[in-house]
Structures are given as structure tokens and as C-alpha cells.
């Protein structure tokens, strides 16, 4: 075959070859853009839930902080029931059960989902988890 004949065939390849890779950079793209949205989402229901904890767990108590001006313990249960229901109004009822621990005056949440990803390259779906942590305080 003579060198004119065999001129173009590199470019042709080389043509070929970035196509696939734009496109797998395109699709790492995506998936990567839908994990860092739904990882702020989860981010913003955990604080949510953290909020909404603090104040329900207060709430149960506040006769005895306005008599002693002591900060009384969290009430557990009203706090849990609280973050459960902030996570399935916002991520949905199919939602992950979120984890909550109230230890005195402090609740700490954990909340995960999982996100199902535009084009999956490994994997259909991944796991997004965000632990957030709050403190009752007195008011100045």
C-alpha cells in the first residue's frame, strides 16, 4: 500500500476515539452533577431535621427551663418522631429510616438515600449519607 493511500487513516481514528471519550467524560459529568445536588439536598433535610428535633425536644420540657433556668434534657421521642417526619416529607416516603441519637442536650442525625444516576457507568444507583449535629442553647 503506498504512503498517499494510508494518509488519513490516524485522523480517522483519532476521530473516532474522542468521540467515546467525550462521551464518557460527559457522562462522569452528569453523574457527578446529580450526586453533589442530591448530597446538598440530603445535606439541608438533615439540618432540617436537627432544627426541627432541637425544638420538639424542647418544646416537652420548657415549663422546667422557665422555673429552674436549667437546660433540661431532649425529649427523645418527640425528637425522633419530628426528624422522621421532616425526612419523608422531603425525600419521599420510600426514604431511608434516618438515624437519630439525642444525648442530653445534643442530637446528632444521620441521613442517607440513595440517588439512581442519569448514566450509570458502574452502577445504576449510589449512596448519598450526611451526619449533622446540634446543641440546645440559651437564647442571649
Known amino acids: 500500500m503506498s504512503r498517499d493511500r494510508r494518509r488519513g487513516q490516524t485522523l480517522i ?73 421532616d425526612v419523608t416529607d422531603a425525600l419521599g416516603p420510600g426514604a431511608a429510616d434516618p438515624q437519630i441519637q439525642v444525648t442530653g442536650e445534643i442530637v446528632t442525625v444521620t441521613v442517607s438515600d440513595n440517588v439512581t444516576l442519569p448514566v450509570p457507568l458502574w452502577t445504576p444507583t449510589a449512596h448519598v449519607s450526611v451526619t449533622r449535629q446540634g446543641q440546645l442553647g440559651r437564647g442571649a
Open 13 to 85: 481514528v483519532f476521530a473516532i476515539m474522542m468521540v467515546f471519550l467525550v462521551l464518557g467524560m460527559l457522562a462522569l459529568v452528569c453523574d457527578t452533577a446529580v450526586m453533589f445536588s442530591e448530597y446538598d439536598k440530603v445535606g439541608l433535610v438533615a439540618e432540617d431535621c436537627v432544627q426541627g428535633a432541637i425544638a420538639a425536644g424542647f418544646a416537652a420540657d420548657r415549663t422546667a427551663y422557665y422555673a429552674t433556668g436549667q437546660l433540661p434534657a431532649l425529649d427523645a421521642v418527640a425528637a425522633k418522631a419530628v426528624c422522621r417526619q
